[in-house]
């Protein structure tokens, strides 16, 4: 079974969605005991840092994730919790990644937030087995993570950012996989392999 958080930051319908998609069991949950027992653990997320990091403040969860040792994967505001700091809200995360999660800084006709597809390059992890390069994934975000020696992946958007962070067992996406085709699922099906 498949535990996708439930921190009361939205996205889980989505993700929801697309793990039934590809024929996997899956609870949304907010348990520490099904957390445990899961095979895989999603931090999906939609929303701003500092609030969404003291919600899982709040409900423990943040203790619970620090100590698991199946497969993590966090997406978009999920990963981003899982990096050292954040930017946005000046917010001390997680640190499971050692990077920070900046404001994205464009100039010209791009404009924040990045909303759309875009290149993933550089692709360094299990995740992207059958992946190829450039490939391109569906993006909501006004911050990313830096680029660190943790980053498997680099996308590029006025500035290059961390497209998919990956330490042991964590790994995170600043794309959203459940919303991203053929390519997403992939993705996932790569992370449910582990």
């Known amino acids: 079974m498949i535990a996708v958080i439930d921190y009361k930051s ?20 907010g348990d520490e005991a099904e957390i445990c027992a899961a095979s895989h653990v999603i931090l999906p997320g939609v929303g701003e ?33 899982m990096c050292r700091f954040s930017e946005e809200g000046n917010v001390q995360c997680l640190g499971l990644f050692d990077a920070v999660v900046r404001k994205l800084r464009v100039s010209g006709e791009l404009k924040v937030p990045h909303m759309g597809w875009n290149t993933i390059t550089q692709l360094h992890s299990p995740l992207t087995g059958g992946i190829a390069e450039g490939s391109y994934f ?57």
């Not at 680099?154 to 961390?162: A, H, K, Q, R």
């Open 49 to 81: 840092a500092s609030s969404t990091m003291e919600a899982l403040k709040n409900s423990g969860l943040d203790k619970i994730l620090l100590g698991l040792t199946q497969p993590v994967l966090g997406i978009c505001i999920g990963m981003q919790l």
């Open 138 to 194: 569906y993006y909501v975000h006004s911050y990313a993570p830096e680029i660190s020696r943790q980053t498997v992946a680099v996308t590029e958007y006025g500035m290059p950012f961390s497209a998919i962070l990956q330490n042991n067992n964590f790994f995170g996406t600043q794309f959203h996989p459940e919303k991203s085709g053929a390519a997403g699922e992939t993705l996932l099906t790569n992370f449910l392999r582990l």
């Open 10 to 29: 939205g996205n889980l319908c989505s993700v929801g969605n697309a793990l039934q998609r590809i024929g996997c069991d899956y609870r949304i949950t």
